[in-house]
């Protein structure tokens, strides 16, 4: 399996490769370059070359062919650039934002001021309190296999949502915390530390990513952008100074049922 890497000529692409790189060193997979031929051919081979990663070139449709390379059976995830520049004011830019959205792989999402480790250590899990939510990184923590990972899973409370405690807050937070790490957090994955935040979750999440010091955002996601469909994921991207993991929430029948079981057990 391999973790494939869209290569262009921006400033972003030593962030995408480092970020591959790193995801790959989590996997156990293999990294691998692609570059849609246009211009700047020489730099994105200099680019290549000096992460030792190798470089596959080819032509056409930009969107199309990334999305085609990505859906290859033996390619696990595709890391892209979030945009061009860092001051840039869009969560994504086109290109990926076309990608993102049509691929039904994970997509990791490279912010092009990011400084991502050798391999990805501790991981951001922002969590809603639904099945749905839930579902998504499983998918990240299957392939881990035995890699070290720290878990943060972040669960954010509107006003109206906080939950009311009465005479013993200190044993019924507790109690609280364990059932929800139970009900929601079902990956497998050994310890999970749970922390909450009261406010805005696109706000909050790359604020805890950074005080927690996790080096990568796990997101589950609907595969739309449109403002009203998804305001965290593109809040969260256009924030993050960390690569953000897109996992598509497609649900089977088999994990619906292994879920329900894991909530009515718990």
């Known amino acids: 399996m391999k973790v494939l ?6 400033v972003a692409g030593k962030s995408v490769l480092a970020s591959a790189r790193a995801l790959g060193a989590l996997l156990d997979s293999q990294v691998q370059a692609l ?11 200099s680019l290549a070359a000096a992460a030792n990663i190798p470089l596959r070139t080819t032509r ?22 979030a945009r061009g520049a860092p001051t840039s004011s869009r969560p994504l830019g086109s ?4 990608v993102a959205t049509a691929l039904s792989k994970p997509v990791l999402v490279v912010p092009p001021d990011a400084d991502p480790p050798q391999m990805f250590r501790r991981v951001l899990v922002p969590l809603e309190g639904s099945i749905s939510s839930s579902l ?14 720290d878990v943060v899973a972040l669960h954010i409370h509107d006003q109206e949502s906080i939950p009311a405690f009465t005479d013993q807050p200190q044993h019924e ?31 909050l999440v790359p604020l805890v990513a ?15 952008l449109s403002s009203d469909r998804a305001p965290v994921v593109r809040e969260t991207i256009q924030r993050s100074h960390r690569p953000v993991l897109l996992v598509p929430v497609e ?16």
């Open 173 to 203: 937070v507790s109690a609280w915390t364990r059932e929800f790490i139970q009900r929601y957090c079902p990956w497998g994955v050994g310890t999970v530390r749970l922390e909450t935040r009261v406010g805005r979750i696109g706000e």
């Open 251 to 266: 649900l089977s029948h088999d994990s619906e049922a292994l879920l329900a079981t894991t909530a009515t057990t718990t």
């Open 136 to 149: 998504a990184p499983r998918w990240l923590f299957e392939l881990t296999g035995g890699a070290q990972i």
């Open 35 to 45: 570059h849609v031929l246009t211009d700047g051919q020489r730099t994105v081979r």
């Open 60 to 81: 056409g449709s930009i969107v199309e062919r990334l999305i085609e390379a990505g859906e290859s059976p033996n390619v696990v995830a595709l890391a892209i650039g």
């Open 95 to 98: 290109t990926a934002a076309a």
């Open 5 to 10: 890497a869209a290569l262009d000529s921006s």
């Open 210 to 224: 950074e005080e927690c010091g996790c080096d990568l955002i796990a997101l589950g996601w609907s595969r739309q």
